[in-house]
């Protein structure tokens, strides 16, 4: 009886203020409003660098610690120092940090599906950068890289301009299993099956260092001497190491031997430049703008593209150095 009376009661008040214009408060309904979209200031993005094996490396890790300071990212940046172990235990880590979305450059291709999977069970996106990694398409939102086959392709085509289509090649590979070693050798051989008369007649891994470049260029020249006329290097620090070992075999590198590189990175220009090496291409290392831009997207649920592929040029010795003050590394 009492719960009726108060009930007729709040009935009357509701009638008086609705006569007297006021609006009794109100049950606030939730709209459907777009969700309010992330700023750079309000994530935490983490980065598993692989290590600083080059000059391309080097200039690849500025970009992306001088890209997150200007647009004030909180970055949690982790150095793997070449080994995948310790990259592996990078991921963990950031996982554990809880981070919006973690960034990586796979030190080799294989070897990543366990940790991914453990990302993506943490509702944790990654986002692939300067290298692939051969796992399943749903582990991983993007790829932000460069087409590392078509550098094999084009090292190649270069290689069949300067020598005329006929050459003794010594290769100096990349890291083995790594993504630009297994493309740029695959994409190099595709194009050299249209010209039998150059050759590969030895080929091994320099790691992607000036020293072992050196050191395996060393062997080559022990083992080959004269026979070799031309030096494929997968990338420039190869092939300033190698260019070392030539010298000090009392040969003139870009002369007597012709030699190739990718990355062309500035220790290269100054050597086109020196006339010691013949061309570069270009692998570009400025990832950092790109990567947060796309990271920034991911993180507000927009859609990206699977592959985001970088634009790249061939450099020769002609204008090296007319061009040399414009690059940025
Ligand atoms: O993944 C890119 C490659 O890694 C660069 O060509 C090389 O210099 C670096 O170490």
Known sequence: MKTMRALLAL?????????????????VVPQATSPVKKTYADVIIG???????????AAN????KETADQLGIELHF?????????????????????????????????GWSEVFQEAKNAGIPIILVDRR???????YVSYLGSDFLEEGRNAARVM???????????????????????????????????????????????????????EVMEKFLNEHGSEITAV?????????????????????????????????????????????LNAAIECNPLLGPQFFELALKVINGETVPKWVPSEEGIF???????????RKY
């Open 160 to 214: 069949a301009d300067l020598t005329g289509g006929k050459a003794q090649i010594v290769e100096l590979v990349g890291t083995i299993n790594s993504a630009p070693a297994n493309d740029r050798y695959r994409g190099f051989r595709e194009i050299l099956a249209d010209y039998p008369e150059m050759e590969i007649i030895a080929s091994e891994t320099g790691d992607f260092t000036r020293a072992r470049g050196r």
């Open 316 to 326: 020769f010795p002609f204008d090296a150095a007319e061009i040399l003050p414009t």
């Open 11 to 27: 009935s009357a008040l509701l009638l008086l203020l609705g006569t007297l214009g006021c609006q009794p408060t109100q049950t």
């Open 61 to 64: 890790t500025t970009s992306i």
């Open 232 to 276: 494929y290097a997968h990338n420039d620090d190869m092939a300033l190491g190698a260019i070392t070992a030539i010298e000090e075999h009392g040969l003139k590198p870009g002369v007597d031997i012709k030699i190739i590189s990718i990355d062309a990175a500035r220790g290269a220009f100054e050597a086109m430049i020196a006339g010691k």
């Open 78 to 110: 982790l150095d793997a120092q070449q080994n995948q172990d310790k990259q592996i235990e990078a991921v963990r880590k950031l996982i554990v940090q809880k981070v919006d979305l973690i960034g990586i450059s796979p030190i080799v291709e294989t």
């Open 133 to 139: 990694a051969a796992v399943q398409e749903d582990l």
């Open 47 to 57: 980065y598993a660098q692989l290590g600083a094996e080059s000059e391309w490396r």
